[in-house]
């Protein structure tokens, strides 16, 4: 698609610049600093947008844990909507939300989410998504289940399982990474993501260390992160083999990943599995007798 001539910054795509983007993330970047108070420890922006309406909430933590109230800078909005416009791919369409973290002295650091629930609160109209849609086109098969849902749109076939190679694997991951950051508070350092599954009863847990504390505290991840995580489940199954139990994803401040796969030891569950679970499990991903763990076989 071509962009329409004279496209207004966030009312239609525009053609990309490199240049102009590095203008302004950097400029974005600059005028947070500017007017954050003096020994800050993280400046966090989060901007949610459509072409109808848009909202920005600006975070800055301090040295000692506390959190400033700050002014937002007069032109975030106008340039978070030009980059909307210049980051439009064809038929893939933009980001619904977009963030900026900055640690001092003046490293800053931008995610943005194209496919994922922003989690406006409360909602927004149907209509704003409906214009969203018609000003960045997205192919039907781009538009994710939720917003087809909001929109009154008919959900799409369920793609079919497959394996997952080592590629899509990382792709995967690298997806899972983009909902956590576009989720957690301003002020997280590390994220410790567990995703347990047993037949089709499955669980998403997290911890967080933040930037004053020690000792890890409780975060419920995005619903999307759990579904991202399934479909890693599922698509590294190995025949005769099984597939893992549980994961551990351990996401560092801003962008840094490890993960762990556990495939024989029963998860350590907060919400434990029913009964039943035991022989869904080898039904759905059946092992070899040798492969199976000593704890599941009898149950099942």
């Known amino acids: 698609m071509t962009s329409p001539s004279g496209a207004a910054p966030g009312r239609g795509p525009l053609p990309y610049d490199q240049n102009r983007y590095q203008e302004l993330t950097r400029g974005i970047a600059t005028l947070l600093a500017q007017a954050a108070p003096p020994d800050w420890r993280r400046i966090d922006l989060r901007v949610m947008m459509t072409v109808a309406v848009s909202d920005a909430s600006l975070a800055v933590v301090m040295q000692d844990g506390t959190s400033r109230p700050v002014e937002m800078p007069r032109d975030i909005l106008g340039m978070a909507a030009e980059l909307r416009s210049i980051m439009y791919r064809q038929d893939r369409g933009t980001w619904m939300s977009m963030r900026v973290m900055l640690d ?3 490293s800053y650091y931008t ?3 194209n496919d994922y629930d922003p989690r406006w609160e409360p909602d927004i109209p149907a209509e704003a998504y409906e214009q969203d849609l018609a000003a960045f086109p997205r192919a ?5 289940d939720w917003l087809r849902a909001r929109t009154g749109r008919p959900p799409l076939p369920p793609a079919p399982a497959e394996p997952l190679g080592p590629v899509e694997q990382k792709d995967l ?3 899972i990474t983009t909902v956590l950051v576009d989720s957690l508070p301003a002020s997280w350092r590390q994220a410790d993501v567990y995703h347990n599954a047993l037949g089709s009863h499955t669980e998403t847990v997290a911890q967080l260390l933040t930037c004053d504390t020690h000792m890890p505290s409780p975060w419920t991840p995005p619903p999307a992160a759990g579904e991202l995580f399934e479909r ?7 025949d005769g083999l099984g597939t893992w139990f549980s994961a551990r994803f351990q996401l560092a401040f801003p962008f840094s990943y490890q993960v762990e796969y556990d495939h024989d ?4 569950w907060k919400t434990p599995p029913p009964p039943s679970a035991y022989a869904e499990d080898l039904e759905m991903f059946p092992r070899d007798p040798g492969d199976t763990p000593s704890w599941l076989h009898p149950r099942a």
Do not use: D, Q, V
Not at 140 to 144: F, L, Q, R, T
Not at 232 to 238: A, K
């Open 104 to 106: 001092p002295p003046g």
């Open 111 to 113: 995610a943005y989410n």
């Open 140 to 144: 039907e098969e781009n538009i994710p």
């Open 173 to 175: 991951l690298e997806e």
């Open 232 to 238: 890693l489940h599922r698509g590294m199954y190995s």
């Open 265 to 268: 030891t029963e998860p350590r």
